[in-house]
């Protein structure tokens, strides 16, 4: 079965310092991985998603990812955080390789930058 | 263009009662899936529709129901409400080309209260 796990509830870091959210998978098969983002009282918005190729993925608002395989990890990253980026973020990986699947989530990690 | 619109945004309901929920894709996306967000359980896939028909769900009772319309706008449903039904129902609409590129974006959500 497709999983992933986020290792942490809470990540903090300052403004202006590159933040790191982890993510790590277990698929069976290629991995197609998504990092989505909600803000208060919001929906998921989608940040960026990991399909082939390059193992750096650059998403919107300055964000990316990194998938390396051999730790089975997907982390997101940033080089410079902004107050304005806290919110919760969650790693998802897609199960099902047909037309119709469905998204695996991780359980969320809370980013708090702090001015 | 337009994001996923979801109606209503907040409801109350009591123990019992019946809600219907409902949202509209993004224009041209024929694909919505449903999910449930709680504190407790975090994001759970409920169902799936394409082309009117139900392509996949998740493990939930048969008190969740949904459908789709022509117009690929979706409802789902929930009866007997229970306390434990109190959630962010988050719906999501995808091109569906039956490409692994395929992305899920998601609307506001409606925010269901039970009492």
């Known amino acids: 079965a497709q999983s992933v796990a986020q290792p942490e509830d809470q990540v903090n870091v300052a403004e202006g310092n590159p933040l790191t959210v982890k993510c790590t998978y277990s698929v069976s098969g290629n991995p197609y991985l998504f990092w989505y983002v909600q803000y208060p009282n919001r929906g998921l918005q989608f940040l960026l998603k990991?399909?082939?190729?390059?193992?750096l993925v650059k998403g919107s608002y300055g964000f990316e990812a990194e998938f390396n395989k051999s730790q089975t990890s997907f982390h997101l990253k940033k080089p410079s955080a902004l107050v304005s980026d806290s919110a919760l973020y969650f790693c998802a990986v897609r199960d099902g390789m047909d037309s119709s699947y469905k998204l695996i989530f991780g359980s969320g990690t809370r980013l708090l930058v702090r001015p | 263009k337009a994001g996923v619109t979801q109606t209503p945004r907040y409801l109350i309901k009591t123990r019992g009662q019946q809600v219907t929920l409902s949202c509209s894709p993004i224009s041209g996306h024929r694909s919505v899936s449903w999910y449930q967000q709680t504190p407790g359980q975090g994001l759970q896939f409920l169902f799936e529709?394409?082309?009117?028909?139900?392509?996949n769900k998740g493990n939930f009772p048969g008190r969740f129901s949904g459908r789709q319309f022509s117009n690929s706008r979706s409802e789902m449903n929930v009866s007997t409400l229970e306390l434990g039904d109190s959630a962010l129902y988050l719906c999501?609409?995808?091109?569906?080309?039956?490409?692994?590129?395929?992305?899920?974006?998601f609307g506001p959500g409606t925010r269901l209260t039970v009492l």
């Open positions: 999501a609409s995808s091109l569906d080309r039956g490409l692994s590129t395929d992305t899920q974006y």
């Open positions: 990991y399909i082939t190729g390059d193992n």
């Open positions: 529709y394409f082309s009117e028909t139900q392509r």
